[in-house]
């Protein structure tokens, strides 16, 4: 997620600790790369009303439960999507049942920084990472954003591809991982790094299947399963979604991976591990993704 790009629409995002309760996605701009075959066919875009937030306070003064989010409850209906983010600051709801973007609303962060990447929590609040290096939370309801007190420029981790994993199978506590030169755990009460080990590919956007965490790299269209207390690489997919420099994103639903590539509109591939098959679901999607996230509440299994 960085380069050339054109004003476009989409949103991802990826969650948050203290009163907060995941591929993500990250982008870079260039060249698109598709999978396999089947006619163009342009998203369903509702645009809705999309409302440019003014910032209220910060998270390290406020809190998030004193700006009014997030849901005051874990795995609510809302969180169990995929949310992407645009090119052009818009979140966006993403339901791959009916492949359409609903826009939640203009994430009005107090920066002029692109962004970059995202994560969502289970409790509907995205992390959202600028190419400043600075973190953001923003309500997946209705794409309010606060400032956090992270301070950005740690070596490695200047910008980082981000998701949350579960930290045990039948656990509903999560840990939020980002991926810069090396994997580590970022605690979002103190902000501090857990470096886990370094990384097989470059570029990593993550996400997880429960505890499973998982990451994917445009550069080789990989998709790996990553040992999240060292780094090592567990399982390696191969899918079609390749590209040098695109925008992309990158996140699980219903135990698939769904992927998001493009240089001025994104191309959606959904990759299924079962059956080892790569499948173009939207040719163009209308708008540039640039993040992509699902909480860990989202379903991991086929919905039937």
Known sequence: MRNS???LNVANLHGIGLALGLAAATSWLATTSGCAAGDEQIADVDSG???EPEPQGSFSEAGAEAAGF????ECTEETKQIYVLAADKGLYRFYPETLKFVLVGMVGCPTTSSTFSMAVDRRGTAWVEFQDGRLFIVDTRDARCLPTAFPPG????E???????LNAPDSTEETLFVAGDALAALDTNTFAFDVKGSLSFSRNELTSIGADLYGFSPFSGAITG???TTGAPKVTYRTTALG???AFAFTQWAGDFWIF????TSTVTRYTPATDTSTVAVQNAGILIVGAGTSTCAPTTPVK
Do not use: C, H
Request: hydrophobic share 25%; proline share 10%; glycine share 12%.
């Open 226 to 228: 990553y040992d999240k």
């Open 244 to 246: 040098e420099r695109v």
């Open 154 to 157: 740690r070596k490695g981790f």
């Open 49 to 51: 009303a999309p409302v």
């Open 261 to 264: 590539t493009g240089e001025n």
């Open 5 to 7: 790009r054109r004003p």
């Open 159 to 165: 910008t980082f591809g981000m998701g949350y994993a």
């Open 70 to 73: 997030p849901y005051s409850d």
